[in-house]
T-cell receptor, first 117, second 111 residues
Framework: GAVVSQHPSWVICKSGTSVKIECRSL??????MFWYRQFPKQSLMLMAT?????????EQGVEKDKFLINHASLTLSTLTVTSAHPEDSSFYIC?????????????FGEGSWLTVV | SQQGEEDPQALSIQEGENATMNCSYK?????LQWYRQNSGRGLVHLILIRSNEREKHSGRLRVTLDTSKKSSSLLITASRAADTASYFC???????????FGAGTRLTVKP
């Protein structure tokens, strides 16, 4: 079945540095990918919708200059956390949407743990 | 903003008992999905129920959908310790193509 891969699974970075998280659809093309973040014991919050070849659509309250999203190809979207701070430490999950005759299906990656020290 | 709201927030039961979790949402939807998440891990898709369906089964899982009340329930029968996880409902709203998650129910099944 369809698989969405995220990399890295775990990353620790120093405060003030930037870190990039990749989201790949391995056996299907995804014109739309979604990025979520999840704080411990909380739900997933949609951060942005990533559209191939165009600018991402950010949810209210999400800083677009802080969380840079690039969807350069139909199988890859990247989320770059710029000038990371400890409060950016979170679990980031992407999902990718694929269409079929029976409707669209969304597949989730395994997530990426970001710890900013 | 989040779409779904699950209740209870936390549920603790003994192995073998049934667990029922509820989800309410606010807008019209195309479908509603239930996911499971083990601590610190990604999401595992459990079941999808479309807006024109009222009930669906998958193994020990039973999902109902009441669009008039904008609510859904997930029943896990004959629970096992391995069912311990957080369970989320997510809605695919009619007016957009993203998914919104509820706060989740943390289920603990004691052996």
């Amino acid at each position: 079945g369809a698989v969405v891969s995220q990399h890295p699974s775990w990353v620790i970075c120093k405060s003030g540095t930037s870190v990039k998280i990749e989201c790949r659809s391995l056996d299907f093309q995804a014109t739309t990918m979604f990025w979520y973040r999840q704080f411990p014991k909380q739900s997933l919050m949609l951060m942005a919708t990533s559209n191939e070849g165009s600018k991402a659509t950010y949810e209210q309250g999400v800083e677009k200059d802080k969380f840079l999203i690039n969807h350069a190809s139909l199988t890859l979207s990247t989320l770059t956390v710029t000038s990371a701070h400890p409060e950016d430490s979170s679990f980031y999950i992407c999902s990718a949407e694929t269409g079929s005759f029976s409707g669209n299906t969304i597949y989730f990656g395994e997530g990426s743990w970001l710890t900013v020290v | 903003s989040q779409q779904g709201e699950e209740d209870p927030q936390a549920l603790s039961i003994q192995e073998g008992e049934n667990a029922t979790m509820n989800c309410s949402y606010k807008t019209s939807i195309n479908n509603l999905q239930w996911y499971r998440q083990n601590s610190g891990r990604g999401l595992v898709h459990l079941i999808l129920i479309r807006s024109n369906e009222r009930e669906k089964h998958s193994g020990r899982l039973r999902v109902t959908l009441d669009t008039s009340k904008k609510s859904s329930s997930l029943l896990i029968t004959a629970s096992r310790a391995a069912d311990t996880a957080s369970y989320f409902c997510a809605t695919d709203a009619s007016n957009n193509n993203d998914m919104r998650f509820g706060a989740g129910t943390r289920l603990t099944v004691k052996p």
